[in-house]
């Protein structure tokens, strides 16, 4: 009987042993496994790389749309330069609205994008970088997220933006929407682009894909502080935009 006692009791033993070796088993791949969700939560935006509030570049005589119309010098970091496509580009206007200046469509008769450049880098646009800018729309014009990879092609996004009149803050992500190239005279869209490669960017900015009406409650679109949050790639490290 003592026997058989001592047996169970080895037994019990040795199979609470056995079940004490699988749970460790058990739980050692989750624990490595769990540096993922650990990894995912120490995952952070990038720093902002640049931020551009514009400024009236210089002009003599009268404040007129023709005085407006603007140059390399409305932009205030030395690090940029402003690119901006369409026919009537150069129609687009430096305002002052809110106290804070903007660059104003109205009175350009054709589609139009305006764009920056980073002198130094390209622009890694992947993962969680971000693209800000205090916006405003008016009478169905949108404005859509535009950028030149670092081989030339230029690509919209499908993320427009309408304010219906208002000056708000709004932010684009670069992940997850549709691409579709743009020709860079005609600020035109063509075919989808899939799977563009968002790590080199040469360009980036707002489209306005509609001709705007001139002052008054006519379609035009402002684009005022611009900041971009995304990890820099230096120039010269290959690629074919200097």
Known sequence: MQR?????FAGVALALAAWSVGV??????????????????????PALLFKEEW??????????????RVTQDAVTSARLEL????????EIGVYNHEGRFDLWTGMATSPVAIMLRDKANF????????MR????????HSLHPIVKLADGTMIAGTRAINTEGDF??????????????VDPTKVTTTVEVKDPNLGRVDELGFVDLAPSGGHGNAGWANVS????????????AGGSAQ
Do not use: C
């Open 4 to 8: 058989h006692i001592v047996n169970t």
């Open 225 to 236: 502080t611009f900041e971009v949050y995304a990890k820099p790639v230096p120039r010269g």
């Open 24 to 45: 460790v088993a058990q739980q050692a791949p989750a624990g490595r496994g769990g540096a993922a969700p650990a990894q995912a939560e120490a995952a952070t935006r």
């Open 133 to 140: 800018a205090i916006v405003r729309t008016q009478a169905l």
């Open 123 to 130: 622009i890694d646009l992947t993962g969680l970088a971000r």
């Open 55 to 68: 400024k009236q570049p210089p002009y003599t005589g009268t404040l007129n749309d023709e005085n407006r």
């Open 168 to 181: 708000v803050s709004a932010e684009v992500s670069f992940t997850g929407m549709k691409w579709f190239k």
């Open 83 to 90: 690119k901006i496509y369409g026919t009537a580009s150069k």
